[in-house]
């Protein structure tokens, strides 16, 4: 049997499927603990404090109760502290989109099998993006995009989920203005005005739009995918489209590379989002940690070799 520590985003603390999950595993045999935020960091101290437990006291796996935001928080608290041998991290999923828990296997819907799999699947590690040093587990956006993410209500989408980030797109969309960049990653560079730009790690964002739509989370590289600026009357087609079928859609616009490492100069400050932290930047790079950070997850496609083997 294992034994979990749940850091749990105060928002969720009086969700009764997080309680019925809880008392699943305990009767499973499992020891639970959980611990909820309150204050802005108390997530990462929650953490460092579970890792710190875990080499002292032996702790399988510390689980990211809440939205992208938290498990990205979670995961580089981890990474930061150091996990010991035999723990490993894992994801409870409570927010809005849930990104990067849909995309890697975890049950969305069923929060009793997505702590099940926290506490028994077999842990295999994955590769840890970081800009200028600040980690990220899933996907950087860019441009207009990261603005929507920023600028959705939180209500709407407590209401209406990813969809409140279509909505506020639209919106929006007559603000939308070009940045000029320049891009540069292993042989490959990129000079020219865009609109929209994805960094990832994994391949959704935005409530389930495929940005990065062939990353793997343990190849040791970052996807990069560029959206180019079009004709006025050209972008609101194309963000309809990126919005219903991802980034695929517009692959004849779009440039696009893979590499260990990314860096990124735009002429004007550009908005970025980090897994739900908004930056607003003009020159970053970005770095891939080859399977860095040992995690409980499902089978799925973001992983070289889904079943697990190496």
Known sequence: MATVRIILHGKAAGDARVRKAVQALRRDGHLIKVRVTWDPGDAARLTTEAVAEARNEGLDCIV?????GTINEVFAAAYAAGLPAGCAVGVLPLGTANDFAHAAGVPIDDLTAALRMAA????????????DGRPFINLVSGGFGSRVTTETDPELKRRLGGLA???????????LSANHGVFRAEGFFWKGAFIALAIGNGRQAG???????NALIDDGLLDLTILPDLARAARLDAFSRLLREGAAALR?????????????????DVNINLDGEPMLVKRFR????????????GDSALFSHPDGSV
């Open 64 to 68: 990211a109760g809440g939205g992208d």
């Open 286 to 297: 970005v770095e891939c940690r080859p399977r860095a950070l040992p995690v409980r997850l």
């Open 252 to 268: 004849a616009e779009m440039a696009t590379a893979q590499s260990s490492w990314i860096e990124v100069e735009t002429a004007d």
């Open 165 to 175: 980030y279509a909505i506020t797109g639209i919106s929006r969309f007559a603000e």
């Open 120 to 131: 028994s699947a077999s842990p295999r590690a994955i590769d840890l993006g970081l800009v």
């Open 207 to 213: 409530g389930g739009v495929p940005l990065c739509p």
